[in-house]
C-alpha cells in the first residue's frame, strides 16, 4: 500500500520521511495555506526538493471552469515535473477536465470524493487516483471507511485503471481499514501517522531491554563490543 504525506510543512515532510521512505505529499489549497507561504507554487517546489525524486507530489486547481482547470493543471506540472498528480475535484466541470487530461497523459487524482457514484465516473474518465474522504464522509454521518471499500470494489469489478487512495483520516485504525481490504493507497496527516508508524509503549519496552543489558554489561556497551 502506498503511504503519502498529506501536509505541506517542510519541516515535518523532512521528520516523517527521516524517520521512513514515504511514496510522497499530497496538498490541497487548505493544507498549503496553512504553511502561511503566500506562493503556493514556492511551497511546492520547496516540497519537491525535500522529497525523493520518483516520490509523488499531488497539487489541487482552484479553477472551476472545464477549460480553466486544464489550463492549469498543465501548468502545475509544467512547473512541478514529473511525478505530479493534479487533483481535480470530481464535481462540477471536474470529470470533463479530468476526460480531457488523462487523454493528454497527465496524471490526475479525482478529489474531494463524498460518495461511490463520483468517484466511479472519475475512475471512468481516466483519474488514477481516486480521493475519497473517510472521516469528513463519518462525520456526515456516512461510514467512510465502507463507501471507500465500495469504491474499490467497484472500480476493479469494472476493470479501470483507478487505485483507491484513501484520504482525511483521523486515526490509525481508519487505515489500517483500508489496507485490510486491499486498497492500494492512503494519504495521511502526520498526526495521524505517527501514531501509526510509532508507538511510545513500543519504545518504552525497547528502553527498558538497554536499560537491563546496560545493568550487567556496561553503560553504552553493544554486541560490536563483545566477539
Ligand atoms: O487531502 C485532503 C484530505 O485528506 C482532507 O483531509 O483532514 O481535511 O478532512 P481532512
Redesign the pocket.
Known amino acids: 500500500m502506498l503511504i503519502l504525506i498529506?501536509d505541506a510543512d517542510l519541516t515535518k515532510i523532512e521528520e516523517l520521511y527521516a524517520k521512513y521512505p514515504y511514496d510522497g505529499v499530497?496538498t490541497?489549497p487548505?493544507?498549503l495555506s496553512k504553511t502561511g507561504n503566500p506562493d503556493p507554487m514556492d511551497q511546492l517546489k520547496k516540497i519537491r526538493k525535500v522529497i525523493p525524486e520518483d516520490a509523488m507530489l499531488h497539487a489541487q486547481v482552484l479553477s472551476v471552469e472545464t477549460d480553466d482547470m486544464v489550463r492549469e493543471a498543465k501548468h502545475m506540472v509544467s512547473v512541478l515535473g514529473e511525478n505530479t498528480y493534479v487533483k481535480i475535484p470530481a464535481v462540477g466541470n471536474g470529470l470533463k477536465a479530468i476526460s480531457i487530461l488523462a487523454k493528454e497523459g497527465i496524471n490526475v487524482t479525482a478529489?474531494a470524493i463524498y460518495g461511490v457514484m463520483p468517484a466511479f465516473m472519475a475512475a471512468k474518465a481516466g483519474a488514477k487516483f481516486l480521493?475519497p474522504?473517510v472521516?469528513?464522509l463519518d462525520n456526515l454521518g456516512y461510514d467512510g471507511v465502507q463507501i471507500a471499500k465500495d469504491i474499490h470494489t467497484i472500480v476493479k469489478a469494472a476493470g479501470y485503471e483507478a487505485e483507491v487512495l484513501g484520504?482525511?483520516f483521523k486515526n490509525s485504525q481508519q487505515v489500517l481499514e483500508m489496507g485490510k481490504f486491499g486498497i492500494g493507497s492512503v494519504?495521511v496527516?502526520p498526526d495521524t501517522l505517527s501514531t501509526l508508524a510509532f508507538n511510545g509503549v513500543a519504545e518504552n519496552a525497547v528502553k527498558d531491554f538497554i536499560c537491563d543489558f546496560e545493568k550487567c554489561c556496561g553503560q553504552g556497551k553493544t554486541m560490536l563490543d563483545f566477539e
Open positions: 498529506d499530497t490541497n487548505t493544507i478529489t480521493a474522504y472521516n469528513r484520504a482525511s494519504t496527516n
